[in-house]
C-alpha cells in the first residue's frame, strides 16, 4: 500500500493533484485552501485548529476523516467535529525532542517541535498500513503556499533553529524507524530540497 502526504510547501501548486483522485492521501493543516481534499486531514497542533477555524473546519471534508491531536484543542471544537464529521482524536503527546517515535496504533504521537508531518503525517501513514510513503508539499522551510502575512515565520522567531540548529526539514531521525518497519519514504516535492530520503519525480510515480 502507498500513501501521499501533502504538506503546504509553496511548490505543491504546481503538481496536478487531480492525479491523486484513486490514491490514499493524507492533507496536512490548511490542505483545503489548496482546493484538494485528502481522504484524511491530520492536525497534530489544536491551536492552528483555532485559529485558522474556517479553513479546517469544513463541509468538503463530509466524506473524509479527521485526525486531530487533542493538543491545545479546546473541548467545544472536538465537541463540534466529533458532532459533525468523522474525527479520530490522538489523546495522548509526548513533548519529547531528543527521543521521536511513531506509535503504530497512534494512540500517542511525539511533539518534537519540527514539523506536523514528523509528528503526526506519517505516524498515520504507518497507522493505515502504508509500506511506500511519499512527500508532496514538504521541503523544510517555512513558507506555505497560501502566505500572505509572513506569519510562518513566527515559529523562525521562536528559537527552533537556535534550539536544534539544523533538526528543521531533516529525516534522518524519522527513515531510521521506517528502515526497521520496512517503510520506504520518498521525496515527491518539485523542490527537491530535503535530505535523507530518495527524490522520485512525482509524474513517474503517477505513470
Known amino acids: 500500500m502507498r500513501v501521499f502526504i501533502l504538506g503546504t510547501a509553496p511548490r505543491l501548486l504546481d503538481l496536478d493533484l487531480s492525479l491523486l483522485k484513486n490514491e490514499t492521501t493524507i492533507g496536512m493543516n490548511n490542505i483545503l485552501r489548496s482546493g484538494f481534499v485528502p481522504n484524511y486531514l491530520a492536525v497534530s497542533d489544536g491551536e492552528l485548529v483555532v485559529r485558522d477555524f474556517q479553513h479546517v473546519y ?40 531528543e527521543r521521536y517515535y511513531i506509535d503504530p496504533e497512534l494512540k500517542s504521537i511525539t511533539l518534537t517541535g519540527s514539523t506536523s ?44 533553529e537556535e534550539r536544534w540548529p539544523g533538526r528543521q526539514g531533516r529525516f534522518k531521525h524519522v527513515t531510521d524507524i521506517l528502515d526497521r518497519l520496512d517503510i520506504r519514504l520518498y521525496n515527491c516535492d518539485p523542490s527537491n530540497k530535503l535530505k535523507d530520503m530518495e527524490y522520485v519525480d512525482f509524474y513517474e510515480v503517477m505513470a
Do not use: W
Request: charged share 20%.
Open 58 to 97: 469544513s463541509d468538503v471534508m463530509k466524506d473524509s476523516q479527521y485526525y486531530l491531536c487533542t493538543h491545545s484543542l479546546p473541548d467545544h471544537i472536538q465537541q463540534q467535529f466529533s458532532s459533525n464529521y468523522n474525527v479520530t482524536f490522538v489523546p495522548r503527546f509526548e513533548y519529547n525532542y
Open 117 to 160: 508531518v514528523h509528528d503526526l503525517g506519517i505516524p498515520l501513514a504507518v497507522h493505515l498500513g502504508a509500506k511506500e510513503i511519499y512527500l508532496l508539499g514538504c521541503d523544510g522551510g517555512y513558507a506555505h503556499f497560501y502566505d500572505d502575512d509572513q506569519s510562518y515565520r513566527l515559529r523562525f522567531h521562536s528559537g527552533f
